[in-house]
Every structure is written in C-alpha cells, then in structure tokens.
C-alpha cells in the first residue's frame, strides 16, 4: 500500500498538514481504504494526537469506552493483536466500528528474524475484520525492512519534527480542528509565549477554545490574557538587565517566585537567553547581519538569513530551542536587538555566572536568593561596560 506522503516530503509541513486533511476527511465518513494505519516519527506528542485525531473520528462519542483496545510495550504481542481484532468483546459487537490502537509494539522489535511465512502479526494485518480498524503509532525510527514489510499491509504517515517556520501554519491547524478563529498577530503572539512546543501549544489552544467557545475568535488581547510565559517573563528579565536597572528586574524575578515558578527552570531559561545572545552576537561580529535588518519586513529578513554560509549553521546547536536560526522571525529578530547592547565578553561572563550558580543550586542555599544575588551580579555586569551600543 502506498504512503500517505514520503518521509521526504513530511519535512514540509504544509505538505502533511494537506495529507492528513484529506486523510481525516476519510475518517470523518468512514470511506479509510486501509484498515491499517502506521503514524511514525521523532515527536512522540505529534504521532500520538494523530492517533487519537483518527480515533474519535472514526468512533462516535458514545462508542469510545466500548469499542476501543489499546496495545502498549510488552502488551502489543501477537497474541494480545490476535485476541483484540479475532475475538471482541460484547461491547465490541454493538459498535458499528472498532479501533485497535497499537503503541511501540513488541512484535516490531524482536532480534530474531523470521521469515515473512512465520510473521504472525503480519498474517494478522492482512485479514483485519470489517468494521476494525488497527493504529499503529511508532515513536522509534523503523528500520527500512521494517517499513517494508508495513507498507505491504498497511498505510504509512510519516512526521517530522515542526520546524520554527511551520508553527503558524500548525497553530492555525490547531484552531481549525477546536472551531475557534485566530488572526494572525494573535497566532504569532501565542508562538512568542509557548515557543516551539507542540504539545504546549495545543494544550494552549485547547484552554482558549474552551473560553471563547465554538466559532470564537481569540484576539492578540485574549492570548495576552491567558497565555502565561515564563519565557517571555525571562526575556522581559534580561530586557531589566541590559538597561542596568537592578529594581525592575529584582521585580520581574520576585514576580515569577511568588507564582511558584521553578528557580530551576528561571535559571535554565537564562541560561537559553544568553546562549541565544551570544549566537546573535557572533552573527554581528561575524558581519553576517547587519543591523539594519532588524527593521525590515519579514520576507527580506528571512532571505537575509537564508544567505548565511550552511559552514556557519553547523556550528549552532543541533537541539532546535538552544539554535538562534530556528527561533521564530520575530524571536531572532529581538535576541538580535538584545545583543547589539553586549559585547561579546559580557556574555560569556554571565553564562559564567549562571553556571557557578547552578553549582550553587546543589549546596542547599535557598535558590531564590541565589537567583536574587545573580540577577543584581549581571545587572552589574552590564552596567560596568562600555557604551551600550556596540553593533
């Protein structure tokens, strides 16, 4: 049976979002040509919400707690697979359909090789019974062979990792499917808060669905409202300490422990913002960017970035939250502006800082203070430097 798209093209994900769409409008009327439906990929929470998105479409509300079998682990043996689709239960005869749902199964992953002859689990998936459908969701690469053998019984759904330029595209997906309308200041405004999460996102956009109800539309002011963002709260932190302004920033902070924000996860997101500054700087001094570009449109500044040499990408992090290039336009754009008011030094400096105060995190000390005495420490640190501009 053919994949739903190439690994290939699933890099793209304006080309699953199109595939997927036709795919659920199958679902939705219950015309899926293939009983079986392999999602694999490396974003466990993307497999996994395309399972249940198949799941409740192919299953009415009031058939769920009856016609459903989950298979997990170890449980998603052979035996287990034959029981499930060959031997349903009472409640399995009154659905109209029902839904095997299989997760990381144990039957993909024995050492011993077979013959195709003496796959059982494969024998099984070429005779599913009418009305069953089996979910297939790996979260580990299949091997080609692997993938070989599937694509002879079942359909393949590759998914790839979102890249920081498909986020709005994914979010307006997201809206779509909870009935609610975003413009797009206000989808950008939500990426800016939640960041390239993907299971955050969608549990975000699932609090403001439930607020504005079903064909609501949420405004850059709603999002504002009830989007928290520590990361933001972090940039606004690191904004109080380029202006040397040791009152405001001591504020920001006092602000994120008085709602139980972890100092641990404050301290982290420091440190994320001044790895990211210091990217931002080396692409100044670098001459790689100029910045006159901070103040163009969104297309030129993407083409401008698109320019830097692919030897240059390379040496940025692989990890895509720690990698300046695959923020957001508007997010490489402010680290960017941040940066112009440090020297290069300055920054490696407080990364110093912050770690001596990780170590200091293990001692027992109370973190809040540590925090407090690293954030007054920084703030020193900027404001003994030289003229503020320095890009």
């Not at 796959?119 to 019974?129: A, D, K, N």
């Not at 997101?269 to 931002?280: G, P």
């Not at 698109?306 to 240059?312: G, R, S």
Request: charged share 25%; net charge neutral; with cysteine.
């Amino acid at each position: 049976m053919p994949y739903l798209l190439f690994p290939q093209e699933a890099q793209f994900f304006r080309n699953v979002r199109k595939a997927l769409s036709q795919l659920y409008q199958s679902a939705r009327y219950g015309d899926l040509k293939m009983p079986v439906i392999v999602v694999f990929g490396d974003d466990e929470f993307l497999v996994h919400r395309v399972i249940q998105r198949l799941t409740d479409l192919l299953l009415p509300s009031e058939e769920r707690q009856v016609a459903i079998t989950i298979l997990e682990g170890e449980k998603a043996n052979e035996p287990e697979l034959a029981q499930a689709l060959f031997e349903p239960t009472f409640g399995f005869q009154l659905a109209k359909r029902r839904v095997v749902i299989v997760k990381s199964p144990a039957f993909l992953k024995e050492k011993n090789k077979r013959k195709r002859e003496d796959l059982v689990w494969y024998r099984y998936l070429q005779r599913v019974p009418n009305g069953a459908y089996v979910l297939i969701a790996l979260t580990e690469p299949p091997t080609n062979a692997q993938l070989n053998l599937l694509n002879e019984v079942a359909l393949i759904v590759p998914i790839s990792k979102l890249r920081s330029q498909d986020l709005p595209e994914f979010v307006q997906m997201l809206t779509e499917q909870a009935s609610i309308r975003m413009d797009k200041t206000a989808v950008q405004e939500l990426i800016d808060r939640v960041g390239n999460d993907a299971r955050q996102l969608a549990t975000e956009i699932e609090k403001l669905a439930m607020y504005i109800g079903v064909d609501g539309r949420v405004t850059v002011e709603i999002v504002r409202e009830l989007v928290p963002s520590l990361a933001m709260d972090v940039f606004s932190l690191v904004n109080a300490v380029v202006e040397g302004n040791e009152a405001k920033a001591i504020a920001i902070l006092d602000g994120l422990l008085q709602r139980r924000e972890s100092p641990t996860h404050i301290l982290y997101l420091l440190a994320r913002q001044f790895r990211l500054l210091l990217q931002a700087r080396l692409l100044f001094d670098s001459k790689l960017l100029s910045p006159v570009f901070l103040h163009t449109r969104t297309d030129i500044f993407r083409q401008q970035l698109d320019q830097i040499p692919e030897e240059i990408k390379e040496r940025l992090p692989k990890d895509s939250r720690l990698n300046l290039l695959r923020q957001s336009p508007s997010a490489i754009k402010n680290f960017l502006s941040q940066a112009r008011n440090f020297k290069r030094n300055q920054i490696v400096q407080a990364l110093k800082l912050i770690f001596d105060t990780d170590v200091g995190f293990k001692t027992g000390v109370d973190q809040g203070q540590q925090l407090t005495l690293l954030i007054l420490e920084l703030c020193r640190l900027i404001d003994e430097g030289d003229d503020k501009k320095v890009a």
